[in-house]
């Protein structure tokens, strides 16, 4: 009997390992960008635009072992459970940005799977207007795969990874899934999250490597389930509060 489990996990690992063998270069750029900022004492900013990827903004903020001066971007109309088709109003990208105060110099990390649809594509020509500084965490199937005119798309028929300098590829298969069982037409066992949250984790590694090699004490909150935890994590929010709006 086939092990479709084992082929799942299989799968997952071969992705993530191209990820780490292909992705090193623009991982360690990013994670440059990310320090750079973290010196001058900015927060950072980070925005899943669809209703999966909305979860690494959650990853990312006030994680154990990630950074302090994380800024989740939520909007209700595209997180899950959420308005159907919130991702497909463009409209709704310059009242987020406008709602969170992002504008010219700040740094969001921008995180979609497809990287097609309307809320991601207006967010990214937002930024651009506005001078944000972007890290865009995508893949490339969906949008090498779909039609220009397919209705889930950016009026304008632009990818989000042909949009800017730093992209980080999750390599998400079109269709998501990864795993064909016999019987079935529809495959099973979604990714996506997996890339994405491989690559976002590992950007906190890295800058957090840069950050010590130069004598830098990265701000990272701890596990408030553990003995000091908490206390710890004190300094990091007097420090934070004011800038991060959920904290």
């Known amino acids: 009997m086939h092990n479709y489990v084992k ?8 992705h993530l390992e ?7 270069d623009t991982l360690q750029k990013a994670a440059r960008v990310m320090s750079d900022h973290i010196k001058q004492d900015k927060i950072i900013y980070v925005f899943g635009s669809g209703g999966h990827s909305n ?10 072992g990630g950074l302090a001066c994380i800024s989740p971007v939520f909007a209700d109309s595209i997180r899950i459970p959420h308005v159907p088709m919130g991702e497909r ?10 709602f969170y105060g992002i504008g010219k110099d700040d740094l969001l990390i921008l995180v979609n799977g497809y990287g097609i649809n309307p809320v991601t ?16 965490v995508t893949s490339t199937d969906y949008a090498e795969k779909l039609p220009k005119n397919f209705p889930g798309r950016h009026p304008s028929g632009q990818n989000l990874h042909e949009m800017f300098d730093t992209v980080l590829f999750t390599y998400m298969e079109y269709g998501d899934a990864l ?8 495959k099973v066992g ?12 590992a950007l ?14 990265p701000p990272i909150i701890n596990s408030i389930n553990v003995e000091g935890g908490l206390e710890r994590n004190q300094a990091l929010y007097r420090k934070y509060r004011t800038l991060i709006r959920w904290l």
């Open 7 to 14: 082929e799942y996990l299989d799968r997952i690992e071969a």
């Open 18 to 24: 191209r990820i780490y063998k292909e992705q090193a």
């Open 55 to 64: 979860m690494m903004a959650e990853e990312m903020f006030h994680r154990a």
């Open 89 to 98: 109003s463009a409209a709704l990208a310059p009242s987020i940005l406008d």
């Open 121 to 136: 594509i207006e967010t990214a020509i937002e930024c651009k207007k506005r001078g944000v500084k972007v890290i865009a």
């Open 179 to 186: 795993i064909k069982m016999d019987g079935l037409d529809s």
């Open 190 to 201: 979604s990714y996506s999250t997996f890339g994405n949250a491989f690559i976002c984790n």
């Open 204 to 217: 906190v590694l890295r800058c957090c490597e840069m950050l010590l090699a130069e004598g830098i004490e």
